[in-house]
């Protein structure tokens, strides 16, 4: 039985591998990354100790730092149930790949 991605990777030839690797690549923290999770663990600890919590300076939502898998892929491909978060993931790398193509980017009803 085919299901709404597997057929959108068909129709678009995109091979399930490049998703794992654009995911990967997508989702890999970098330094500012990793320095705005220090500076969120710094504040919760001085607000712990009693500290006045600074909250002006709220950072930009970090990566995961959680790729895509090639068992979450094939679990979408296989239609089995799969968490919001990993939906997100595989959307960011279809979006990715198709725009190295020169297509437009999709919307997650389109995936799933």
């Known amino acids: 039985m085919a299901t709404k991605f597997s057929d959108f990777l068909k129709e678009k030839k995109i091979d399930p591998r490049r998703l794992v690797a654009a995911s990967a690549k997508l989702e890999r923290l970098r330094p500012e990354d990793r320095k705005a999770k220090l500076q969120k663990r710094q504040a ?6 009693g500290g006045e919590a600074d909250k002006s300076a709220a950072p930009a939502k970090p990566r995961s730092g959680r790729p895509v898998t090639p068992r979450s892929i094939d679990s979408a491909i296989a239609g089995k149930a799969i968490s919001g978060p990993q939906k997100t993931r595989i959307l960011r790398a279809v979006n990715a790949i198709l725009e190295q193509k020169k297509a437009s980017a999709v919307e997650l009803s389109a995936l799933f």
Do not use: E, S, T, V
């Open 44 to 49: 919760k600890a001085k607000a712990a100790a």
